[in-house]
């Protein structure tokens, strides 16, 4: 009777366990539409993180242009390289990679193919504490690595508007 007993206690926890570590996987408080914060010199940029599972996300930059001008890469925020496609699914030899530095935060490095403006863009992203808003923290350097310009941009969470 005691080895049933600790038997499901064992059970239990190990179930308590896996149901925690799935919700850490799919936790990501970036996963939704975003709308650039209506700024002078604005375009309108909006992007998607959808969640892939394990850990993974779609990033879609530009959901509602034309698929070919579309950026969308599929990552895991692990410090692995991914490259980005357009929407169409051709390679635009730009690259992508991230880390998790807190539970609303993550560090990412993005590389550009045509260097012609800039060539690096590392940044931080975070997510607010109340979800609503996504702030990236980003310097583009050069070829030499340089610093071209340093951008704070804001995300207003969108998640009613439903890119085509």
């Avoid at 049933?4 to 990501?28: V, W, Y």
């Avoid at 590389?111 to 979800?131: F, I, L, N, P």
């Avoid at 070829?143 to 890119?163: C, I, K, Q, W, Y």
Wanted: net charge negative.
């Amino acid at each position: 009777m005691n080895i049933q007993r600790h038997a499901g206690i064992a059970l239990i926890a190990l179930g308590l366990a896996s149901s925690t570590s799935l919700s850490a996987q799919t936790s990501d408080p970036r996963i939704g539409h975003w709308a650039l914060h209506r700024e002078p010199r604005s375009v309108g940029m909006h992007l998607t993180y959808a969640d892939l599972g394990d850990g993974r996300f779609r990033l879609t930059l530009f959901p509602h242009y034309m698929p070919v001008d579309q950026q969308i890469v599929e990552a895991k925020c692990d410090g692995g390289t991914y490259p980005y496609l357009s929407g169409t699914g051709t390679p635009t030899g730009n690259t992508f990679s991230c880390r998790a530095t807190g539970p609303r935060s993550f560090e990412y490095l993005r590389t550009q193919a045509d260097q012609k403006v800039w060539a690096t863009s590392a940044g931080v992203e975070t997510v607010s504490e109340d979800g609503n808003t996504l702030t990236w923290v980003i310097v583009h350097k050069d070829t030499n690595g340089g610093t071209v310009e340093e951008l704070s941009m804001h995300f207003a969470r969108r998640d009613d508007e439903t890119p085509r």
